[in-house]
């Protein structure tokens, strides 16, 4: 079945550090790729998503590409800030619904001053 | 997106008791979705809330325990039944969302943080 491997937390890094979370997946055809993030006492909140493969989604700084080669979709951002504190969930749906969503574990990143 | 909303947004309950949560979108939706997150866990799946019929349960999960009301396509709830410690979680209900066509997107609630004592 679909399945979705992240990196392991927590990841802690100083303001402006440059941010990679990691995450591969195991899907037949084409999934869509999703990352959520959930805030401290929060819900989850959809970051980005990328439904083809080379595409790049984008958000508040984040970027991911779909790397259907190494079936990969990993997360990025150039300089965290403190707000980004959060755990990161990424996420496929199988081509053509979105009704079956495989998380992986989630990655809590905590950013310090 | 759709706007969701949940009630209530955290409670503590005693052990033995039952509590319904509401969830509450904006707009007309075809699919709506229940999860679990356990403490420090990511999100698993309980049911399938489907309109004018029985929810759709994962397996682990079953109605006695979990039932799922849907009596349109805004509204839904899940009441936990007899809890117990172990029931003590996030409850986010989720509903699928066309963002553009061939395009749809699982958006969620902001959760009910449980608690059962």
């Known amino acids: 079945g679909d399945s979705v491997t992240q990196m392991e937390g927590p990841v802690t890094l100083s303001e402006e550090a440059f941010l990679t979370i990691n995450c591969t997946y195991t899907?037949?055809?084409?999934?869509?790729l999703f990352w959520y993030v959930q805030y401290p006492g929060e819900g989850l909140q959809l970051l980005l998503k990328?439904?083809?493969?080379?595409d790049k989604g984008s958000n508040k700084g984040f970027e991911a590409t779909y790397r259907k080669e190494t079936t990969s979709f990993h997360l990025e951002k150039g300089s965290v800030q403190v707000s980004d504190s959060a755990v990161y969930f990424c996420a496929l749906t199988p081509t053509g619904t979105a009704s079956k969503l495989t998380f992986g574990t989630g990655t809590r990143l905590q950013v310090t001053l | 997106s759709a706007v969701i909303s949940q009630k209530p947004s955290r409670d503590i309950c005693q052990r033995g008791t039952s509590l319904t949560i509401q969830c509450q979108v904006d707009s007309q939706v075809t699919m709506m979705f229940w999860y679990r997150q356990q403490p420090g866990q990511s999100l698993t799946l309980i049911a399938t809330a489907n309109q004018g019929s029985e929810a759709t349960y994962e397996s682990g999960f079953v109605i006695d325990k979990f039932p799922i009301s849907r009596p349109n396509l805004t509204f839904s709830t899940l009441t936990v039944s007899n809890m117990s410690p172990e029931d003590s979680s996030i409850y986010l209900c989720?509903?699928?969302?066309?963002?553009?066509?061939?395009?749809?997107?699982?958006?969620f609630g902001p959760g009910t943080r449980l608690t059962v004592l």
């Open positions: 899907a037949t055809g084409y999934p869509s």
């Open positions: 989720s509903v699928v969302w066309r963002d553009r066509v061939l395009e749809d997107t699982q958006y």
């Open positions: 990328a439904t083809k493969a080379d």
